[in-house]
């Protein structure tokens, strides 16, 4: 029996985690163990543990980490707790391997908590590219201090075997995100509106604007640009707003939302909708906007547009249905007007199939064992 360890610190996280979690629970050979940290344990962004316990799994460990002050020394501060709250619960759950996914910093204390505490790292959508914020290096340093990996796409495997990883531990395995939108029946608007406590607008628009930490500003003059194009937008059209994360900034950012939504009948802010009402809501809006990686990953499977603002995402693989523009005034607007008659009902998602939590769980059933994992050489690229 293998003990795997999964740490979530934010909402968007835990969506993609999920379905891993719930196969690794389900698999004979395989105990999980859920560690629990970030924004998770925050009331300011929804306190959105309660749906991890809602759901049904069982938290281990509770990592809380101050995340109130977004300053660097204040994200510093937080990292640290973090750091020595991982070591303490993985010292303590003795997990045969530690699961992360993505570029949060986080992610980062995390699998430098399993480095000191001798855990083996699988790590799931690495080699991704997001030229626009500093996760990009979160990212790859994740990638060497991992064990195993887990990649969303043939181009992603191929940028974690360039940095020097063992190609035999790579495995391309798709988004677990779209598993959940495979196995989660369509909601009917009735039902979703009853959700929300709201109703649905003639046209709407899911909105997620998260701070730009390469930006000198954290993306503060984005956001504005932003909302200033929707303002050009008619009443009908409903904005549904979740809030950005706990990167540097958000403070700022959650400050000009507020001012600007208190005054307008149109729009719809949530500190965090929910797995359920998220996926819900993107099977109902017209379009995706922001600069968001769920614009990228899990709506083209809606078959709806993106409109991915500025370079947060820059160089992520991307479908068809992502229009990519600057973050401008008239650009968004003109990203929103060509949103309107852009058709997607062929497009294809290229994070994968549906299935990548079968096959991340079918590699964590023959782990190797813990000494083995943790020996790591450099495997040269030939030229």
């Given at each position: 029996m293998s003990r795997i360890a999964v740490v979530t610190a934010g909402r968007a996280e835990y969506g993609l985690l999920s379905p891993v979690m719930r196969a690794i629970a389900a698999a004979p050979g395989l105990e999980l163990l859920?560690?629990?940290?970030?924004?998770?344990?925050?009331?300011?962004f929804g306190e959105t543990v309660q749906a991890i316990t809602a759901d049904g799994f069982h938290v281990d460990a509770r990592i809380p980490m101050a995340l109130g002050d977004d300053s660097p020394a204040g994200i510093a501060a937080s990292m640290g707790l973090a750091l020595s709250g991982?070591?303490?619960?993985?010292?303590?759950?003795?997990?045969?391997?530690?699961?992360?996914?993505?570029d949060r910093f986080e992610s980062l204390s995390a699998v430098?908590?399993?480095m000191l505490a001798g855990v083996p790292v699988g790590h799931i959508a690495g080699g991704d590219i997001t030229e626009g914020a500093f996760d990009d290096g979160i990212r790859h340093a994740i990638t060497k201090l991992s064990h195993l990996h887990f990649a969303t796409n043939a181009q992603s495997a191929d940028r974690i075997r360039q940095m020097g990883e063992d190609p035999a531990r790579v495995h391309v395995t798709g988004s677990p995100g779209l598993d959940v939108i495979r196995l989660s029946p369509a909601m009917d608007r009735t039902?979703?509106?009853?959700?929300?406590?709201?109703?649905?607008?003639d046209r709407n628009l899911l909105v997620t604007f998260h701070p730009v930490t390469l930006a000198q500003d954290n993306g503060l003059s984005q956001f504005q640009a932003l909302l200033a194009a929707l303002d050009t937008l008619p009443a009908r059209t409903v904005k549904w707003f979740t809030r950005p994360n706990a990167d540097p900034g958000h403070a700022a950012l959650n400050a000009t939302l507020d001012a600007w939504a208190g005054t307008r009948s149109d729009v719809r802010v949530h500190a965090s909708l929910g797995q359920t009402r998220y996926l819900g809501l993107m099977g109902h809006v017209d379009a995706v906007v922001g600069n968001s990686s769920s614009g990228l990953y899990e709506a083209p499977s809606f078959r709806i547009p993106t409109i991915d603002i500025g370079d947060r995402q820059g160089g992520r693989l991307a479908a068809a249905s992502v229009i990519r523009c600057a973050p401008t005034l008239s650009g968004i607007v003109s990203a929103l007007a060509e949103a309107e008659t852009l058709d997607c009902s062929k497009v294809i998602n290229p994070y994968g199939d549906g299935h990548a939590s079968e096959r991340i769980v079918s590699v964590l059933n023959t782990l190797a064992d813990r000494r083995s994992l943790l020996a790591k050489a450099f495997h040269e690229v030939s030229a």
């Amino acid at each position: 029996m293998s003990r795997i360890a999964v740490v979530t610190a934010g909402r968007a996280e835990y969506g993609l985690l999920s379905p891993v979690m719930r196969a690794i629970a389900a698999a004979p050979g395989l105990e999980l163990l859920t560690l629990v940290t970030g924004t998770h344990l925050e009331p300011a962004f929804g306190e959105t543990v309660q749906a991890i316990t809602a759901d049904g799994f069982h938290v281990d460990a509770r990592i809380p980490m101050a995340l109130g002050d977004d300053s660097p020394a204040g994200i510093a501060a937080s990292m640290g707790l973090a750091l020595s709250g991982l070591v303490e619960a993985l010292v303590r759950l003795k997990p045969d391997l530690m699961l992360v996914l993505g570029d949060r910093f986080e992610s980062l204390s995390a699998v430098q908590a399993a480095m000191l505490a001798g855990v083996p790292v699988g790590h799931i959508a690495g080699g991704d590219i997001t030229e626009g914020a500093f996760d990009d290096g979160i990212r790859h340093a994740i990638t060497k201090l991992s064990h195993l990996h887990f990649a969303t796409n043939a181009q992603s495997a191929d940028r974690i075997r360039q940095m020097g990883e063992d190609p035999a531990r790579v495995h391309v395995t798709g988004s677990p995100g779209l598993d959940v939108i495979r196995l989660s029946p369509a909601m009917d608007r009735t039902a979703l509106e009853a959700l929300l406590g709201a109703p649905l607008g003639d046209r709407n628009l899911l909105v997620t604007f998260h701070p730009v930490t390469l930006a000198q500003d954290n993306g503060l003059s984005q956001f504005q640009a932003l909302l200033a194009a929707l303002d050009t937008l008619p009443a009908r059209t409903v904005k549904w707003f979740t809030r950005p994360n706990a990167d540097p900034g958000h403070a700022a950012l959650n400050a000009t939302l507020d001012a600007w939504a208190g005054t307008r009948s149109d729009v719809r802010v949530h500190a965090s909708l929910g797995q359920t009402r998220y996926l819900g809501l993107m099977g109902h809006v017209d379009a995706v906007v922001g600069n968001s990686s769920s614009g990228l990953y899990e709506a083209p499977s809606f078959r709806i547009p993106t409109i991915d603002i500025g370079d947060r995402q820059g160089g992520r693989l991307a479908a068809a249905s992502v229009i990519r523009c600057a973050p401008t005034l008239s650009g968004i607007v003109s990203a929103l007007a060509e949103a309107e008659t852009l058709d997607c009902s062929k497009v294809i998602n290229p994070y994968g199939d549906g299935h990548a939590s079968e096959r991340i769980v079918s590699v964590l059933n023959t782990l190797a064992d813990r000494r083995s994992l943790l020996a790591k050489a450099f495997h040269e690229v030939s030229a």
